[in-house]
């Protein structure tokens, strides 16, 4: 929280809740608010109490002085007699906020100290109170600033100002926990929407400090459902919320997450600004609180408010129609564990190895599973998924897709078995029926990883690309940091001629394995595709460095050298790939590059030396015809032979590639086509 004042605002209805009846949906869904402490810390949680929520945020202090009087044994006392009996007598329910002045980041000393200071009494007051964690912004670098407009790159390695940053952080959080050894109040470091030098934008600066922290198991996370949006991560459709969970998940572990702020964000995402809003009323979108609601590791953290306070036009407080609005999200919650069920199943089939034992699942996943829509296999079905698999191994398709057929003529709902026709049919060349298997297991398993990545395969193979990249981004939703999916997706936004979204994804392959030489060749392409060309020759650089060179690869670099008009690179590059072994299209490189740096003769000799490897080389018969001309347009006496010999080359280019505008522009400017004798 950030922009509002809750101190100054509604004093707190001290009503104890009248009735003990059954909990409601707030309190079963740990739902609350950022609630006032004015007139007593003990006034906040009556409050809580009396609106039946199950989740309480408080300020212990005035957050916007340094000093602050320690508490009192009474004030003690009295917080925790509200508590106890109550919902709140659970730990993890209630969760304070730090101070704003903090920042533990800072790269002055006196004012880093000062931080420490503050942040260190909070945690003891925490302590004394016997609250679990306290929110605390990471903290602004205060180096070089970005423009507001930049906005982040959430997948980026953190710069150079960021990293020492992250380092003071850590160091800051190492001293206070020198300091209170012992303590089991938590830190939770809140998500950011990375305004000015802010730190906590990107997953990974979380994960970072609690890495670099000596007890990392004193550091928990706050996720800020207004920041992250915000921030820039996906949101607006279940897909993308859900794949910013898994992210976070991987990233830095959602079971560290101890408090959830939930938020509305007034400003647009990927604004970089922090102004929340109420539920509904902001650009979040109703995906992202649905996947917070229904997130099985987010069921027992408390889920609080930090919206603006009042009545609703119904006359309603706000924070109880947001927190109902909230609860109302959480329906549905036991479909999507059904769906990893399935999905841990079908995932066996395809990477699991060879043995019957990727079936093998437990008691409540049996249990789980309706009758009448039966997508697993019985263990006499697991037995033929086995000698199909094993058929599948030896290349014996045809066996393969008789054990399914058969599978499925008796239970055309076995998800599994359509996955592995479609990998036989795709595997026998047949990608339009493969389609259709895929089509079907998707459609009865769409959160299996493997049923979403194949049908993304084949759908790139058949050339329907905008297809292909909703179905990777339905796989990545699931495995986030799946590398083939990554590289899958990039590969398909460079045919769509989205470079931009392109990078996003080679970049991601690139962090998730850095050794790998597919990974650079795909960032190398995306850079390319979005101009800079100086980063797509290193990155091939890199490849070529990781691994053994393709003679693909190779001439990928002499292109990008060329690009950079490092001609003298390309050259070479071309030579070195010649040396090993004929090719007609290293040779035309290497023409081309001759050809740019003025040395004509040598590049006519490149373009001769493609045309006898391969006669019917349209570029490199168009790089003749260019040379020619050029040699009858720059003779005085304008050689008529050189002239002959440009037509002849650029009509046989024509035969051969007949779609060539440019070159047919070239025969009517020179008149080429006309016989001039
Ligand atoms: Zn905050
Ligand atoms: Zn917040």
């Not at 991560?233 to 919320?241: E, K, L, S």
């Not at 020759?537 to 690869?553: C, F």
Request: overall charge negative; charged content about 25%; hydrophobic content about 40%.
């Amino acid at each position: 929280m950030d922009s509002e004042d809750f101190v100054a605002k509604s004093p707190a209805h001290s009503k104890s809740s009248s009735a003990a009846t059954k909990p409601t949906d707030t309190e079963t869904l740990w739902l609350g608010a950022h609630l006032s402490v004015a007139g007593g810390l003990e006034l906040a949680v009556e409050e809580a109490k009396s609106l039946r929520f199950g989740g309480l945020q408080v300020f212990t202090r005035n957050q916007r002085v340094w000093k602050t009087p320690p508490l009192t044994a009474a004030e003690i006392e009295a917080f925790r007699a509200a508590r106890e009996d109550s919902i709140f007598a659970e730990p993890g329910r209630i969760v304070s906020h730090n101070s704003y002045l903090v920042n533990l980041a800072s790269p002055d000393d006196t004012a880093r100290a000062k931080s420490i200071e503050c942040e260190r009494t909070e945690l003891e007051r925490c302590e004394q109170l016997g609250i679990d964690a306290s929110v605390a912004h990471p903290g602004a670098h205060l180096g070089s600033p970005r423009k507001p407009k930049d906005a982040n790159n959430l997948v980026a390695e953190p710069s150079g100002d960021e990293l020492e940053g992250l380092r003071r952080i850590a160091k800051s959080i190492d001293e206070i926990h020198k300091q209170l050894r012992g303590y089991r109040v938590r830190i939770a470091l809140e998500t950011t929407t990375g305004s000015g030098t802010n730190l906590g934008y990107a997953f990974r600066h979380l994960a970072i400090i609690r890495d670099l922290v000596k007890a990392p198991e004193r550091v928990a996370f706050c996720i800020d459902t207004c920041h992250i949006v915000s921030s820039g991560y996906g949101h607006a459709t279940a897909v993308d919320a859900s794949a910013t969970l898994d992210a976070f998940d991987a990233v830095c572990g959602l079971a560290h997450v101890a408090v959830m702020h939930m938020n509305d964000s007034e400003a647009p995402p990927a604004s970089r600004r922090d102004l929340h809003a109420h539920i509904g009323h902001g650009s979040c979108g109703k995906p992202i609180f649905e996947a917070v609601m229904r997130h099985s590791k987010l069921t027992c953290v408390p889920k609080v408010l930090e919206t603006e306070k009042g009545d609703a036009p119904s006359g309603v407080q706000w924070d109880v129609v947001n927190a109902k609005a909230l609860a109302a999200m959480a329906k549905g919650r036991s479909a999507a564990r059904l769906g990893a069920v399935v999905l841990c199943v079908c995932g066996a089939l395809m990477f699991g190895g060879c043995s019957a034992q990727w079936f093998k699942r437990t008691a409540t996943a049996k249990a789980a599973q309706p009758a009448v829509l039966r997508t697993e296999p019985t263990v006499a079905e697991e037995e033929i998924l086995v000698a199909a698999d094993k058929a599948m191994a030896h290349e014996d398709y045809e066996t393969a897709l008789r054990l399914f057929r058969d599978l499925l003529n008796d239970n055309p709902t076995l998800s599994c078995a359509y996955l592995g026709m479609g990998q036989a049919l795709l595997a026998e060349g047949d990608p339009q029926r493969a389609e259709t298997a895929f089509a079907r297991a998707v459609k009865l398993t769409p959160s299996s990883f493997p049923s979403q990545y194949g049908h993304g395969e084949v759908l790139a193979a058949l050339g329907r690309v905008g297809e292909a990249v909703d179905a990777f981004r339905r796989a990545l939703a699931i495995r986030p940091l799946d590398l083939a999916t990554n590289l899958a997706l990039a590969k398909s936004y460079l045919e769509l001629d989205q470079a931009n979204n392109a990078l996003i994804f080679a970049r991601k392959s690139v962090e998730i394995d850095p050794t790998s030489a597919a990974a650079q060749i795909r960032l190398a392409e995306a850079l390319s595709g979005v101009g800079d060309g100086a980063g797509a020759v290193s990155a091939y650089e890199t490849a070529i460095e990781l691994g053994d060179p393709s003679k693909e690869l190779l001439l990928a670099l002499v292109q990008a050298y060329g690009a950079q008009k490092r001609f003298e690179e390309a050259v070479n590059t071309a030579q070195a790939l010649l040396a090993m072994g004929p090719d007609a299209n290293a040779a035309e490189r290497l023409g081309w590059a001759r050809f740019r740096m003025g040395r004509f003769d040598e590049a006519l000799a490149a373009y001769e030396q493609a045309l006898v490897i391969d006669p019917d080389h349209w570029p490199s018969l168009n790089g003749v015809g260019v040379l020619k001309l050029n040699a009858w347009i720059n003779s005085e006496k304008r050689l008529d032979a050189a002239r002959d010999e440009a037509r002849k080359a650029f009509q046989r280019s024509l035969q051969v590639n007949g779609d060539q505008p440019k070159v047919t522009a070239l025969l009517i400017r020179y008149r080429l086509g006309d016989d001039p004798r």
